[in-house]
């Protein structure tokens, strides 16, 4: 079977893939990441197949399990919750990640505390809080006592959007 009008749909391995849509390659495929798929190929006792448009580097035909299809648009959202972001930087050393995700910004600031007393080879004092867009998101400035590093903390608020029709 092979499917080429724009909108059909094809299930594998629990993602829809539709021709028409944008997929990546969540593999290095020489610099191709992003593409649109042009036509599918699912014949008896074989891979299924996408015809691949990567725009200037050309058609591929990939199998769909390299491939990671991209939902055609971002939904309504249905809620908000906060992130605590966490950034370091001391000598020669940078370091940032998401420490935390929740409803409710004193839980993240308990986190941040936590964070700040769960390593006792770091020693910091605060410099300085800010709130910013009417409180939404909050910024905690520490520097270290005994060197010359940074440490920030960032709760920000990020957006919550439903998941795709198989969540």
Known sequence: MIL????????????????????????????????????IRAEDNETPTAQCDFEEDGTKCLPLNALEPVSPSVPEETGKLYVL??????????????????????????????????????????????????????????????GDGYLGYTIMPAPVYPGGADA
């Open 4 to 39: 080429g009008k724009e909108g059909q749909t094809f299930s594998s391995d629990g993602r829809v893939f539709a021709v028409g849509g944008t997929a990546w390659c969540p593999r290095e495929r020489n610099g191709e990441l992003f593409c649109t798929i042009r036509a």
């Open 85 to 146: 972001y966490y950034i370091y930087d001391g000598s020669c050393d940078a370091n940032n990640s998401a420490l935390g995700i929740s409803s409710d910004k004193s839980i993240l600031i308990r986190k941040m505390l936590d964070d700040l007393d769960g390593d006792s080879s770091l020693r910091v004092r605060p410099v300085y809080a800010t709130s910013y867009a009417d409180g939404d998101m909050l910024h905690f400035s520490f520097e270290e006592v005994d």
